[in-house]
């Protein structure tokens, strides 16, 4: 038997992306327990219990209109309700910041932040460095070697590297040193090679530094040159073999606490990353706030919603109940045009909501514009959405059959049925 749910889902998704342009993904507050369910559907009888009975044209010109209304009021209302700072909302996904980035540089590994501490202060003494060999300065337009075959080794770790060379008559000192250093970098052995100029004496030296930091757990070197099984060894001549830095822990204070670490980059309780990029003579204060990127996105969102419904009532001029819509959807705006304007709002003469110019996002007064206890904008937007989504005919034309019952209070079944289906659909 065919599946007539997934058929309706199916073309209402149809209908109303060409209501709307777009494709709407659910959305974790348009997804309702049971008990708000059975809200809604008696909020819709109680309407009901007192509404006329209509005769109207139900078109697929009007059946896309009214589904526009619909899902658009249900975003409208969903992104309101991400910033209104309930739980999970927009204000609950944090970042962290250093006062400082240009000594400590702090990211959250996760989404969680309950293990960090609401204050730290990390102040650095020293970076973890690695082993630094600087050679003995030739000069480089020279050559300080005869032609021939020349060879070293070197031990990184626990292995054995053997590097071969072969001079050529008026090879210079910088091209011989050069040459080595290609030939280390090329095969990627844990040390990297660079040449250092003194141009104002003329000389150049090759300078060997390990791509590890931090002290070494089983020797206090990361590299050594063992010259007892080689034939004209290279490496004493150019001076490698000198070890101008010696490997090193970063050691830095948290909150007046010492640590230190092989590494420039530490985890606190594996929920934030905090790399140490420089000495610092006073403590660095690294603090959570709420993203502001992730709330600036989320105000967008809210903007678009908006302005689709504005869309749908400036584009069905053919409707004669889109003028009412255009009506209630602008009061919202009208009615709370300096709060919005505080939050970095503003409202054009064609009723659609834009960001003032050269305005930051204020995540406070962003918090302010939508909070459910204080603001007025967040309850309107609340009390007009809820009307359109119970009953988003009420924005079409329709001649009115007969008038309810003003003393009873029986519900009249049949009214709701013609638009129920645009409430309980897979969104719902």
């Known amino acids: ?159 054995q590297y053997t590097f071969q060379l072969t001079v050529h008559e008026g090879d210079t000192n910088q091209q011989i040193q050069r040459n080595l250093a290609m030939s280390i970098n090329e095969n990627n052995i844990g040390v990297r090679a660079t040449l250092r100029n003194n141009r104002t004496e003329g000389t150049s030296a090759l300078v060997l530094r390990s791509d590890a930091v931090g002290l070494p757990i089983t020797n206090d070197l990361y590299f050594h040159f063992d010259e007892t099984y080689l034939e004209n060894d290279i490496a004493r001549p150019l001076g490698i073999d000198h070890v101008e830095s010696m490997p090193a822990n970063a050691e830095f204070y948290i909150n007046d606490t010492l640590h230190s670490s092989i590494s420039n980059r530490i985890s606190l309780n594996h929920t934030m990353d905090i790399d140490l990029l420089s000495t610092s003579d006073k403590p660095i204060n690294v603090h959570l706030v709420p993203d502001e990127h992730k709330i600036s996105n989320k105000l967008t969102d809210f903007m678009n919603s908006y302005n689709e419904l504005v869309d749908i009532a400036r584009n069905s001029s053919n409707q004669k109940g889109s003028a009412k819509l255009f009506k209630d959807i602008t009061n919202m705006a009208n009615r709370n045009k300096e709060a919005l304007k505080a939050a970095g709002l503003t409202v054009d003469t064609n009723g659609y909501m834009n960001r003032l110019a050269d305005t930051d996002t204020d995540s406070s007064r962003i918090q302010s514009l939508f909070d ?46 013609r638009y129920s289906g645009l409430l309980f659909n897979d969104y719902a």
């Open 372 to 417: 459910d206890e204080l603001s007025d904008f967040r309850r309107d937007i609340k009390r007009t959405t809820e009307k359109m989504t119970l009953n988003p005919l009420n924005y079409i034309d329709k001649i009115i059959i007969t008038y309810p019952n003003t003393t009873g209070t029986y519900p009249n079944p049949y009214n709701p049925s």
């Open 1 to 159: 038997m065919m599946n007539l749910t997934n058929v309706y889902n199916y073309y209402s998704t149809q209908v109303l992306a060409a209501a709307t342009g777009s494709n709407r993904t659910n959305s974790r507050f348009n997804s309702h327990k049971r008990d708000d369910l059975k809200t809604i559907y008696n909020n819709m009888v109680r309407q009901n219990t007192h509404s006329p009975l209509y005769k109207f044209t139900f078109s697929d010109a009007t059946q896309a209109y009214a589904i526009g209304i619909k899902e658009a009021a249900m975003a409208l209302e969903a992104e309101s309700k991400s910033l209104s700072g309930q739980n999970n909302g927009a204000f609950d996904q944090m970042t962290v910041v250093s006062d400082d980035e240009n000594v400590v540089f702090a990211s959250l590994n996760g989404s969680a932040s309950e293990d960090i501490p609401e204050n730290l202060s990390i102040q650095v003494n020293t970076l973890a460095s690695g082993q630094v060999n600087v050679g003995t300065y030739l000069p480089s337009g020279e050559s300080s070697f005869s032609a021939g075959d020349y060879s070293f080794g070197i031990a990184v770790g626990r292995n």
